[in-house]
């Protein structure tokens, strides 16, 4: 279905983007269709910065912006194609529900773009993702620059738009946090499901095929990232994919999934029993996990940064290490050594928006990024034990939530999924008898 009507901060957002860099021309494409052999078509999802500026939806379409104007490009409308691919907004219902300034068509993009580059004095445009486009974006450059005459000059400056970016996309509104939301609790629903109902016998897949029908029925419309169903082992593979074993009594299940709403994602894992109880060793390593997540929604809040609360998280699970006796030492020496790097290879976190590794920056010229209210990241803290040899072998434990940074704080968005030990235990007995 066509859209009606999209807000009109999406052009708030393009002329916020415009005003960091108002001599500049803005360059963006949308993602193209994706065909396989045989014309087969995959499901149609757009370019994140293009969703973010846009929120139009159709492949193939490009955008500038220059002289405080939007310009959109779309497919002409053509009868022969929408019969396959579904209608087309065309150009005159694209200008009046996308309120963009002006809408040309695909076809004129690069004679249109010769034209309105005369009066710019930079160009922002992202290289390297399309060579035909690049070609196209520095010829279009070139002859500018010999129009204006500015040849004994050189070129006209050429920016990557990726720091303006993602300047603006780290920090949502009130509308993006609304999709946010939607997918943080339908996912966290989801998941609650599966701790009521997955039970050994199951395979990983079948409880994954639960996952996605409940995170559709709750509002979702997509994944948001390829899911990881690891049971056992496969728990320590930190990108475990195959999602195809059976689940065993006494394992960990390791579930790391989550849906999207209008291409909004949450992130979220959780770690529970197949059986109705954790055992002693993976009671003590999900209890290590869950109380540096849990330290780290205590300490989120504006003017921290990335750095802090990832140091912090490796300071608490190296204590928690040395003090289960899987590393020996002082604390300060095993930090620095990286002993931890072993059992805890990842990061805390990252920041969660249109993609799941959202659009952000963690420092800039050796200087931390400061956490601001609006900000959302994942709080993850895991361990995972691969080598034989320990008492903890094959426990692979991750306890990831989703963080708003707010004025004081972090706020749950995931909250509706329960972590300690004593409620998991509860719901697991349940399924068990
Ligand atoms: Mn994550």
Redesign the pocket.
């Known amino acids: 279905m066509l859209k009606s009507d999209v807000p009109f901060l999406y052009q708030e957002r393009r002329m916020k983007l415009l005003g960091l860099a108002p001599e500049a021309c803005f360059i963006f494409f949308g993602a193209g269709e994706v065909v396989r052999s045989n014309d087969t078509h995959f499901p149609f999802r757009q370019d994140s910065d293009f969703h973010y500026l846009t929120e139009f939806d159709e492949p193939d379409a490009a955008l500038i912006l220059v002289n405080g104007k939007s310009h959109l490009f779309v497919l002409e409308r053509d009868e022969s194609r929408e019969v396959w691919d579904g209608e087309r907004y065309g150009i005159e219902r694209a200008q009046s529900v996308f309120h963009v300034d002006e809408v040309h068509l695909v076809r004129d993009f690069a004679a249109k773009l010769d034209e309105l580059l005369i009066d710019a004095k930079e160009v922002y445009y992202s290289l390297g993702n399309h060579v035909d486009r690049d070609r196209m974006i520095l010829k279009s450059i070139h002859s500018a620059t010999r129009f204006q005459g500015k040849g004994r000059f050189g070129h006209l400056p050429f920016h990557d738009p990726f720091p303006l970016l993602s300047e603006l996309r780290t920090v949502k509104d009130g509308y993006e946090l609304s999709f946010i939301r939607k997918a943080c609790s339908a996912s966290a629903k989801a998941h609650l499901q599966l701790l009521k109902r997955v039970r050994a016998g199951m395979s990983e897949f079948d409880a994954f095929n639960e996952f996605q029908y409940s995170v559709f029925k709750n509002g979702c419309t997509e994944l948001g990232?390829g899911p990881i169903f690891a049971s056992g082992l496969n728990a320590t593979t930190l990108h475990y994919v195959r999602n195809n074993e059976m689940l065993k009594h006494g394992d960990l299940f390791l579930i790391?999934a989550a849906g999207e709403v209008n291409s909004y994602t949450s992130?979220?894992?959780q770690t529970f029993p197949i059986s109705s109880q954790f055992s002693p060793e993976q009671k003590s390593i999900y209890s290590a996990v869950l109380d540096t997540n849990r330290a780290i929604t205590r300490m989120v809040k504006p003017g921290i940064s990335y750095r802090d609360i990832h140091s912090r998280s490796v300071e608490m699970l190296t204590e928690h290490l040395l003090s289960l006796g899987v590393l020996s030492g002082d604390l300060k020496t095993q930090i620095h050594t990286g002993a931890f790097r072993k059992y805890y290879p990842h990061g805390v976190?990252?920041y969660?928006g249109l993609d799941?590794?959202d659009a952000g920056i963690y420092h800039e010229r050796g200087q931390d990024f400061l956490l601001k209210p609006g900000m959302l990241l994942?709080n993850?803290p895991g361990l995972y034990f691969r080598e034989r040899g320990t008492p903890y072998y094959g426990i692979g434990v991750r306890i990831?939530d989703d963080l708003l940074v707010t004025e004081s704080g972090a706020e749950v968005l995931t909250h509706e999924l329960p972590r300690e030990i004593e409620d998991i235990e509860n719901l697991r007995r349940i399924v068990n008898t």
């Open positions: 990232y790391d992130d979220i894992t976190g990252h969660l799941v590794h994942t993850e990831e």
